[in-house]
């Protein structure tokens, strides 16, 4: 688990960078960090393995691409223009746990 934390912490770290950066031109920078989600990538996972992320989680489920979409759409939308460097957490709760 400390290997999954540290990637997170680095994409916060990095995109924080960013938007310090880049700033100046009017652009902003903001995270998404998803949880375990039923994907192509996560496929090839053993069932166990799956399972035992989401029985950490406080939702207790693999998240589905759709969970993630709405994030995605206000991180691209206007409604988030005023918005940088910071990171939106979509993981049905597994960060909050871990």
């Known amino acids: 688990m ?18 310090n950066d880049v700033a100046g031109d009017g652009i902003t920078a903001n995270a998404l960090l998803p949880g375990l989600t039923n994907t192509l990538a996560t496929a090839s996972q053993p069932e166990e393995q799956k399972r035992s992320t989401w029985e950490e989680q406080a939702i207790k489920r ?26 939106i957490v979509v993981d049905g709760g597994q960060y909050r746990v871990g």
């Open 2 to 19: 400390s290997h999954y934390i540290a990637s997170k912490m680095a994409i916060i770290g990095f995109m924080r960078g960013l938007a």
């Open 62 to 87: 693999l998240g589905e691409p759709e969970d993630i979409t709405g994030a995605v759409l206000f991180l691209t939308s206007d409604d988030a223009a005023f918005m940088t460097g910071q990171a």
